[in-house]
């Protein structure tokens, strides 16, 4: 009688095990969901303190003015017959309509001091910003809408500024127009009441408009003062527009229609430049009845944190699953290369360790820099893994090989969340260099050979 040989169990073969390994990778995306999900929750939790800060302090500041503003007189003659007579009649009405002017030069200089506040384990900047606008008018032309002169209220003119953070404005608001001083004051407008971030007037009392331009130009200065946060948003009104602004802080962004055409920035803050022409943006210098919305066409700087912990922290996780199939692959060749049997449940520690990296990091980036978090979490997973690992395989090559091995993929993971123009080549490269060492290796496995 032949001696037969028992056949090999496929739950201890090779293909098995790597079945096992590759749903357990899957399997521990949950968990890793969960953490991104703790993220989210935490980033909306920031926000939100956020939000509470800067209401309390002053939102953001967007802003437009000085503008002449004049009322006209308009009229409607409306056709009246009597039917018993079928004498016909005219009835003649009357309504005030305005006209708006906008400065020929505009200069404007803005000094912004940021300072930052916190609350628990929340950052949030504000600043506080002193505007200086200085220009000149050229005399209003109502020709354009063949208005006569006795139709214009010269003697009711008017100047008015509008901006959406009336809450922030420090102390009084004046212009120099005419060798005179006017104050502003708050107008109500169509809703007669103001909601957070809308539009609202400033204007000051009448002014003689035809005794004020006795001359073809009449300078004006106005100086106002914001406190606020986030973003600064003017429009330049000017038919040529000159801004300027400085500030101490050192991560501006520079967004809206208009970028600077000169900028320095330096540790100690910045400074930019603006020079627009009113051939540069699509409304004219002068309207009549009603300004149109001008959102659209401002200069804006924003002052903001550009990377928190938390976007760190999210674009950390996005590396996750490759940061456990990786480590999971370095242990499965490991084992398939010393022969040394290692449990689906051990997998399974390791991977929870794993998991864990993103837990700690999140929790002590919240009292500590990002770097010193990072730092802090990736030692003690690896130093857990380091000790779990050698007590499984017995030696100390290949736990030192794993330590090696961890510590070089989160550096090189640390590397590319830093990084923001070259991210993606960079990453590109080694992924396909941790590719061609993994099939460096492989190659030298006999696969129809291997056993449990």
Same mark, same amino acid.
Request: no cysteine; aromatic share 14%; charged share 20%.
């Given at each position: ?38 993220? *989210?929750?935490?980033?909306? $939790? ?9 209401? #309390? ?21 409306? #056709? ?5 007579? #079928? ?6 009405? @009357? ?9 020929? *030069? ?10 930052? $506040? ?86 000051? $009392? ?40 400085? @500030? ?32 540069? $943006? ?8 009603? %300004? ?89 997973? %690896? ?8 007590? =499984? ?15 070089? *993929? ?6 590319? =969340? ?24 492989? #190659? ?7 056993? @449990?």
């Amino acid at each position: 009688m032949e001696n037969q040989q028992k056949p090999n169990n496929f739950f201890q073969s090779t293909t098995a095990k790597i079945i096992m390994v590759g749903l357990l990778t899957l399997i521990l995306l949950i968990p890793l969901q969960y953490v991104k999900s703790l993220i *989210l929750e935490r980033t909306e $939790r920031q926000d939100e303190v956020i939000s509470e800060i800067n209401e #309390k302090w002053g939102s953001d500041v967007y802003f437009y003015g000085p503008i002449l503003k004049i009322p006209y007189t308009t009229y409607t003659e409306t #056709k009246i017959t009597d039917e018993k007579t #079928k004498q016909v009649s005219i009835s003649r009405t @009357s309504k005030t309509k305005y006209a708006y002017f906008f400065p020929d *030069l505009l200069n404007t200089n803005a000094d912004v001091k940021t300072q930052e $506040r916190y609350r628990s384990n929340y950052q949030s900047v504000v600043y506080t910003s002193v505007m200086n606008f200085k220009g000149h008018y050229s005399t209003p032309d109502f020709n354009l809408k063949n208005i006569p002169d006795t139709d214009i209220q010269w003697d009711k003119a008017s100047i008015i500024i509008r901006t959406d953070n009336i809450k922030g404005i420090k102390g009084e608001v004046a212009v120099n127009i005419g060798n005179k001083k006017y104050l502003f004051e708050p107008t109500t407008n169509e809703n007669s009441q103001f909601t957070k971030g809308q539009l609202a007037s400033l204007e000051t $009392r009448n002014i003689d408009a035809q005794q004020l331009f006795t001359k073809k130009t009449v300078p004006f200065n106005l100086d106002i003062s914001f406190k606020g946060s986030e973003h600064i948003k003017i429009v330049p009104i000017g038919k040529q527009t000159n801004a300027k602004m400085a @500030s101490n802080w050192k991560s501006p962004g520079f967004q809206g229609n208009f970028i600077p055409e000169d900028k320095t920035i330096t540790q100690d803050g910045f400074n930019a430049k603006w020079n627009i022409s009113f051939l540069n $943006r699509p409304f004219p210098q002068q309207h009549f009845g009603k %300004i149109p919305d001008l959102r659209n066409y401002t200069f804006d700087v924003d002052f903001v944190i550009p990377i928190n912990q938390y976007q760190q922290s999210e674009r950390t996780a996005k590396y996750g699953f490759l940061v456990i199939g990786l480590t999971f692959l370095i242990f499965f060749l490991i084992q398939t290369i010393s022969k040394i049997n290692i449990h689906i449940f051990q997998y399974s520690m390791i991977g929870l360790a794993l998991i864990m990296f993103y837990t700690l990091l999140i929790s002590i980036t919240e009292h500590s820099s990002f770097l010193l978090g990072y730092l802090i979490a990736g030692a003690s997973v %690896i130093v857990m893994i380091g000790l779990y690992s050698f007590s =499984i395989l017995k030696n100390i090559k290949f736990p030192a090989l794993i330590v090696t091995s961890l510590s070089a *993929l989160y550096t090189f993971i640390y590397v590319i =969340i830093q990084l923001e123009n070259y991210a993606l080549l960079v990453g590109s490269i080694g992924l396909f260099l941790i590719l061609g060492a993994v099939m460096y290796i492989s #190659k030298k496995i006999d696969w129809g050979n291997t056993q @449990s």
